[in-house]
């Protein structure tokens, strides 16, 4: 019943709601940590349909639907997380060192617009607590983990990349977090290329980049030719996929640092614009994982029609929960028939 997309609508969502986001999500969590109780709730259905497998930089995955970074930032909880239908899940962002992240508040609700601003600012509990947590049963059985990395310094990226590697089945580098002010030294182009030269020195599984976002179709934007800079780049070092793209910046003075990250269905329609012209942009030559409002099977096909492989959810599984997985995937196998 909990996996039910109208039960956690109308009896859980309301009384999570009534907490603050980041309290909600610790009650949220206090479930996630009891793999048991989600392997016992778990029931089968469509995610395993073989219509539904992709392939995704040689890795089968049995359905397109990931879950996104940031929402199990330490690998407390991917076996529960993966037992509610998603293709992948992805563990992080980890960096180097325990950090705390900024000040509170951080996280708000646009409710109206199912939408999230977050400056949380990539709290942690460091490189070296993921290895053990991945190293001590919280790898999931039968999903692939993927260990998203970052840092505002190159050895200190390459270094959870190289913890993480070994532990996991693919990385993805997060490149584009707007509430982390220098980590946007790697959207400079000569930076990112050193970066994965370094990387890829010591690569072995599959490397996805997650770009930052831009809006497409904006002909004249700076923003716009140092994002697709970037991507020649990533295709220059033979990156396997792009995630496109990360939360948009936006100011909102409820946040105790003034401004956040805009993720949820009110970025949708850019994520699917900016989907096309990377797909355009890269010809194929590198995957791209849809990251950005997925919400309904309907949104998983506009974006896999843009040109992604994968489609990536975060906000969605606040706003929808824990049903949305299967949701999804069983609206792609029945369009126009569920639904939440
Ligand atoms: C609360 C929150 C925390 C996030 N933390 C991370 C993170 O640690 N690393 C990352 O790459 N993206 C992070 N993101 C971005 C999401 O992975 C995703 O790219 C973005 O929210 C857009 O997708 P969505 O609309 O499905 O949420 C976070 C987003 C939210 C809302």
Known sequence: MIQSPAFYRSVVRPLLFALPPERAQS??????????????????????????????????????VGLAAGYDKNFDMLPALASLGFGYVLGGTVVARPQSG??????????????????????????DY???RLESGGRPSGVPVFGSVSGVAVGDVVRCHEGLQPLVDAVELNISSPNTAGLRVFQEPGALSEL?????DGR?????????????????????????????ECLRHGTDGLTVANTHPTK???????EGGLSGRAIFERTVAMVAEVRAETGGRAAINASGGIFTGEDARRAIEAGATT????TGLIYRGPGIARA?????LAPGQAGP
């Open 130 to 132: 993921a290895i053990e």
């Open 27 to 64: 009650v949220a969590d206090f479930g996630f940590r009891r793999p048991w109780l989600w392997r016992a709730l778990g029931r089968s259905s469509g995610e395993w349909d073989e219509r539904l497998a992709v392939d995704l930089a040689g890795m089968k995955l049995r359905n397109p």
């Open 252 to 258: 909102d003075a409820r946040l105790a640092v003034g």
């Open 311 to 314: 489609v990536q959810v975060l």
């Open 204 to 232: 072995s599984k599959p490397l996805f980049v997650k770009l930052p976002p831009y809006d497409a179709g904006d002909d004249g934007s700076e923003l716009r030719e140092r994002v697709l800079a970037l991507v020649g």
């Open 328 to 332: 999804i995937t069983g609206e792609m």
């Open 196 to 200: 994965l030269g370094r990387i890829n």
């Open 102 to 127: 900024n000040p509170s508040p951080r996280v708000i609700r646009d409710r109206r617009r199912e939408s999230l601003i977050n400056s949380l600012g990539f709290p942690s509990r460091g490189l």
